[in-house]
């Protein structure tokens, strides 16, 4: 080992002020903890293992790589074609290359990683958040946080335990103009704001009827499902297809309406619900796609507000002009956010009354990097948190939070319920069916612990 890295290690090793461990049903050793609170040099850069490198992970991996105080440092992938194009990129952008450690848990070993960067479908991102945190890392975990609302909760329960720096993908809490109209709004711009409408719309194919098929050999999909109970290998699964199966994934509505109800919860400022209801379905296909293509969750508050999402996966017609955004309703006007890091103020009469045009480019549609300039803000709010212990902007206590607005809204379209909710908790209160989609089953020996 050369120099530079024991000096690295030693500068760890001295900083560190307790252990701890967690293990998945003895699938994983356990690993030993680091500090969270040590100070790294000026010019030390944050190490990162990125993983989950196809779609998002790819995009990540080269704007961390681009940030002067980070080095994308190992690229965890199942998919081997993937982690090759990852670390081809990359190492274009830093000048240095990648390593390639196909198992994200090995990377969890290294004393040179400091955070882990999740990328990977959403049935591993709280699992894979707190093996992290156990392991001694920070964690920068894309939205949703969690699978379902107690993965979220054994999420948060880690970040208390182990107080590492988790950030949620919620990147729109780091967009300037974005946290400039929010804060008009808390300001009191339109008055208090009681309605939030939040969007999103596509035109998704159909993804069909898949088959079943041998599991290419540039696949691990053992590893893949990782957590999840073994389900056979099929055609039209991986890699973006996962997202409409309830078994992986969590719907349009925690793929991308997680994103706007979070802006929509922020700016009412408001926790957790006393009532959501859901309507929707599969309307446009018949396929293997379970999840709604066409959804509209209303959550209540006790505050006197309402939140309601829509989701439209196969009907791209805008709102407010573009395909993503929320408007917030008040007692003297409305405030408009749409996609692209711009806002607008509208008086009772709709005029208006300011308006914040983009300072960026954004392609909503775009699968992978839609925002990577603004995107940056984030990344270095999470770098700069490590390294100088400055407040999250999108911190995994919110993050929890908004991501359980959004499963509720899954948990009563599923179980067809309006559900009531204890508003100091965000618990369901008096439904045994409804409460079935609380948690999942695992596979036996992958069952997450704190």
Not at 84 to 110: G, H, M, T, Y
Not at 241 to 257: D, I, K, S, V
Request: aromatic fraction near 10%.
């Amino acid at each position: 080992m050369n120099n530079k890295s024991d000096s690295r290690r030693d500068f760890i090793k001295k900083t560190v002020t307790g252990a701890a461990a967690l293990s998945f049903g003895g699938v994983l050793p356990a690993f030993s903890a680091s500090s969270y609170a040590r100070i790294m040099g000026a010019n030390e850069r944050v190490r990162l293992a990125v993983m989950g490198v196809n779609s998002r992970g790819l995009a990540l991996s080269n704007n961390f790589a681009a940030q002067k105080n980070c080095e994308v440092y190992n690229i965890c992938d199942v998919d081997s074609r993937a982690a090759q194009i990852c670390i081809d990129s990359v190492r274009k952008i830093q000048n240095s290359s990648p390593k390639a450690v196909p198992d994200f848990r090995k990377a969890l070993e290294d004393k040179d990683v400091d955070a882990l960067v999740v990328a990977a479908p959403d049935h591993w991102h709280a699992p894979a958040a707190i093996l992290a945190s156990a392991a001694g890392k920070h964690v920068y975990l894309e939205k949703p946080c969690s699978h379902n609302p107690n993965e979220g909760e054994l999420l948060v329960a880690a970040a208390l335990k182990y107080k590492n720096v988790i950030q949620m993908g919620n990147q729109r809490r780091s967009w300037p103009n974005v946290v400039k109209g929010i804060g008009e709004l808390h300001a009191g711009v339109i008055g208090r704001p009681y309605f939030a409408k939040t969007w999103y719309t596509n035109n998704r194919p159909s993804i069909g009827i898949g088959k079943a098929a041998p599991v290419p050999a540039w696949l691990d999909y053992d590893l893949w499902q990782g957590p999840a109970p073994r389900m056979p290998y099929k055609d039209n699964l991986i890699h973006y297809n996962w997202h409409w199966h309830w078994h992986w994934g969590t719907g349009e509505a925690l793929n991308n309406g997680t994103h706007m109800v979070d802006l929509a919860r922020w700016g009412l400022g408001v926790d957790y619900p006393t009532k959501v209801s859901s309507s929707g379905g599969r309307y446009r296909y018949q396929d293997d796609w379970e999840t709604p293509d066409t959804q509209v969750i209303t959550m209540e508050f006790a505050n006197r507000s309402t939140i309601a999402w829509e989701g439209r996966s196969c009907n791209p017609y805008p709102m407010e002009g573009d395909s993503v955004g929320v408007i917030f309703y008040g007692e003297n006007g409305s405030l408009v956010i749409t996609g692209g890091n711009a806002y607008t103020i509208y008086d009772l009469k709709n005029k208006i009354i300011n308006q914040v045009k983009a300072t960026s480019v954004v392609n909503t549609s775009s699968l992978t990097s839609p925002s990577q300039q603004l995107d940056a803000f984030h990344l270095q709010n999470f770098v700069e948190a490590i390294k100088d212990g400055k407040a999250l902007n999108a911190d995994i206590f919110g993050g929890h939070k908004s991501t359980l607005l959004v499963q509720l809204g899954n948990i009563a379209q599923r179980s067809g319920k309006t559900l009531n909710i204890d508003p100091s908790n965000g618990h369901i209160k008096n439904d045994k069916d409804a409460m079935k989609f609380w948690k999942r089953d695992y596979q036996k020996g992958w069952e997450p612990r704190v």
